[in-house]
């Protein structure tokens, strides 16, 4: 270190003993262009460090935008988007179509007959049967056993206008029967109530099957319109030969019933004695 400061001073003492070796014109060029180097060389590092400088912020800025625009131009790659994998759609399971079940209809009873006019033998068979009806004559059922349709009054056999509960015995002799009320085949005699009633009212009762024998009370009015018509019968074919005993009662009344007697016929209210 000591050898470079001492060589820099032997190159200054040179210098300076060259340049009094000089004329004044010399000297004075010398430290002209001295001046101009010196100028030269402070310039560079202003131009370098001033803020004013044109040339590094534009340069900069240059390259800055350029990026930028590099960035902004470069198309973005392209985002794979996955593709959609194919997936088993469950084979649906046929459903059978449900079949319209048919409401069950009422099947009508062979037994039982509307109002009208029937051939026996044809449209119906002879036998008993029952019919039901309201206890006043104007809901009473007009019946009529016939020998035929003719329509006169010699063809009827029987007939009546019969209230409440009432049997009509079909002979196998009959051509017709004709009835304004719905009526019922009985095949068989029916069973004996399990209690037999204690009063009854206007119909027709089976001896020993609706009511029972014995002896048997009404009370009505005193007028013949107010009577209570009553019927002891052998049989139901309502014939003048099926009468037992019968009466228009007035009053106070009583009716002894025979255990051999096949029905009891009745236009009132009774009560049973003993």
Known sequence: MNENIERKGNIVSKFFGWYKSKKLLGKIVIIFIALTVLTCLCSVPAALLSPSSDKTPTAIAGVIDESVSQENSAEPE????????????????????PTNTPIPTNTPDPNI???????????????????????????SCYWERLTDLSGEFGSIIANDNSIGQFYIQIAETDYAFSSTCQFAYLPE????????????????YLVGIDIQPGLYKGQVGE???????????????????????????TGQFYIQVAPTDFALKVACDLEFQN
Request: glycine letters at 8%; aromatic letters at 8%.
């Open 78 to 97: 392209a985002t794979t988007i996955p593709e959609k994998t194919a997936t088993d759609i469950p084979t649906p399971i046929p459903t059978k179509e």
């Open 113 to 139: 007959f509307r109002p009208g006019t029937y051939i026996v033998m044809q449209d119906i068979q002879p036998g008993l049967y029952k019919g039901q009806v309201g206890t006043n004559i104007f809901d």
């Open 189 to 204: 005699i029916p069973k004996p109530v399990e209690e037999f009633p204690k009063t009854i009212g206007p119909g027709m």
């Open 223 to 249: 007028d013949i319109l107010d009577s209570c018509y009553w019927e002891r019968s052998r049989s139901a074919l309502h014939e003048l030969g099926s009468i037992i005993a019968n009466n228009n009662s």
